[in-house]
């Protein structure tokens, strides 16, 4: 099992509706987690971190996390083409960041 | 402030050349990442330093691959020799390691192409 799964993708959302991105991870000691985005040939970018259970809100991004389900999520509302991106998850493991594969965003107009 | 500084920003090198890529963190950070990314394996962490001291190169690939860190504003990943499987995109990330976590931030990255 991996450390940290993602659903590769392509998502693909039309402009204005919410998507939804969900990933899993196997350290239930885990404490922190974190939502990276990556347009195609650039670095990636953090855009999210939370490390409590429940809601976190930043405009249109929320992060949701669940440890008991081992399970974090990002949520992007009201989306729009410049959120077209690979969204990677990536969870604190010991003193070091363990990524997920990436899911490919597509928001289509 | 500036972010995290790169360079070269690409590099197109012939197999059996020494490569080396070097990274300036951000200032007052005191943790430095290198990562590997290509298509097949993603991101790949190589090797961290915690206060200019590697703390982890289990990444590394293999004995072709070092790198150092002399000082808090400076860091190297050298390749020798080259091969064309070394071909990839290399970030450099720094942070400020805090009591529950620390966020990395990530630099533009080399592209490495051995031909």
């Known amino acids: 099992q991996k450390e940290v799964e993602q659903n590769s993708g392509p998502l693909s959302v039309p402009e204005g509706a919410i998507a939804s991105l969900n990933c899993t991870y196997s350290?239930?000691?885990?404490?922190?987690f974190f939502w990276y985005r990556q347009y195609s040939g650039k670095s990636p970018e953090l855009i999210m971190f939370?490390?409590?259970?429940g809601d976190k809100e930043d405009g249109r991004f929320t992060a949701q996390l669940n440890k008991a389900s081992q399970y974090v999520s990002l949520l992007i509302r009201d989306s729009q083409p410049s959120d077209s991106a690979t969204y990677l998850c990536?969870?604190?493991?010991?003193?070091?960041?363990?990524f997920g594969q990436g899911t490919r965003l597509t928001i289509n107009p | 402030d500036a972010g995290v500084i790169q360079s070269p920003r690409h590099e197109v090198t012939e197999m059996g050349q020494e490569v080396t890529l070097r990274c300036k963190p951000i200032?007052?950070?005191?943790?430095l990442f290198w990562y590997r990314q290509t298509m097949m394996r993603g991101l790949e962490l190589l090797i961290y330093?915690?206060?200019?001291?590697?703390?982890?190169d289990s990444g590394m690939p293999e004995d072709r691959f070092s790198a150092k860190m002399p000082n808090a504003s400076f860091s190297t990943l050298k390749i020798q020799p080259s091969e064309p499987r070394d071909s990839a995109v290399y970030f450099c990330?720094?942070?400020?390691?805090?009591?529950?976590?620390?966020?990395?931030?990530f630099g533009p990255g080399t592209r490495l192409t051995v031909t």
């Open positions: 990536a969870v604190q493991g010991a003193q070091k960041l363990v």
């Open positions: 350290d239930r000691g885990s404490q922190s």
């Open positions: 939370i490390y409590s259970n």
């Open positions: 200032s007052g950070h005191n943790s």
């Open positions: 330093f915690n206060n200019n001291v590697p703390i982890d």
């Open positions: 990330a720094s942070a400020r390691r805090g009591k529950w976590s620390y966020e990395q931030y």
